[in-house]
T-cell receptor, first 112, second 117 residues
């Protein structure tokens, strides 16, 4: 079935290193993607989004890359900080339905 | 400063006893969503309102209902909670539908954690 999934369920990085969180999607009709950060006990927080007519978008310390050929999405966090520790979800929009489909999530742990 | 507010943050109910969770927003957004999130899982959309237009997901049990009396408020009613309904319930809003890119960005509240005894 169609799904949005993540390659790695957990990721542990050293403070100051760069982090890369990956996401695979299977529906080529998806035209909009969002990364959310969810800290323990809180709701998901919008980080960055990208439309399917782009392959890269940068924010503050974060970059999202979209490879439509292989249906792959990644979130890069530069100079990872302890405050970046959270679960990260990618989400895709599948066009006419107007709803977001969330991936399974990756837990990022930052070691001091 | 809170833009999407959920009350209560923690709710305990008994098996089979109806419960209502509330969500309010100060963003004046057109769309309001309810998600269910179980431990270590992704949020799962239950339904959403586009203005007064209710949109139910096909696999949302009839046990879950929603009301949106005005733009600012939206309620989730669980008519007969079962043990399997224990979860975090997230409310989200967006200015428009997700298909429109930026105006479809969803902003989430802090969630209500529901415990069913």
């Amino acid at each position: 079935g169609e799904s949005v999934g993540l390659h790695l369920p957990t990721l542990s990085v050293q403070e100051g290193d760069n982090s890369i969180i990956n996401c695979a999607y299977s529906n080529s009709a998806s035209d909009y993607f969002i990364w959310y950060k969810q800290e323990s006990g809180k709701g998901p927080q919008f980080i960055i989004d990208i439309r399917s007519n782009m392959d890269k978008r940068q924010g503050q310390r974060v970059t999202v890359l979209l490879n439509k050929t292989v249906k792959h999405l990644s979130l890069q966090i530069a100079a990872t900080q302890p405050g970046d520790s959270a679960v990260y979800f990618c989400a895709e929009n599948r066009g006419s339905q107007g709803n977001l489909i969330f991936g399974k999530g990756t837990k990022l742990s930052v070691k001091p | 400063d809170a833009m999407v507010i959920q009350n209560p943050r923690y709710q305990v109910t008994q098996f089979g006893k109806p419960v209502t969770l509330s969500c309010s927003q100060t963003l004046n957004h057109n769309v309001m969503y309810w998600y269910q999130q179980k431990s270590s899982q992704a949020p799962k959309l239950l339904f959403h309102y586009y203005d007064k237009d209710f949109n139910n997901e096909a696999d949302t049990p009839d046990n879950f209902q929603s009301r949106r009396p005005n733009t600012s408020f939206c309620f989730l009613d669980i008519r007969s909670p079962g043990l399997g309904d224990a979860a975090m319930y997230l409310c989200a809003t967006s200015r428009g539908r997700v298909t429109s890119g930026g105006i479809g960005t969803q902003y989430f509240g802090p969630g209500t954690r529901l415990t069913v005894l």
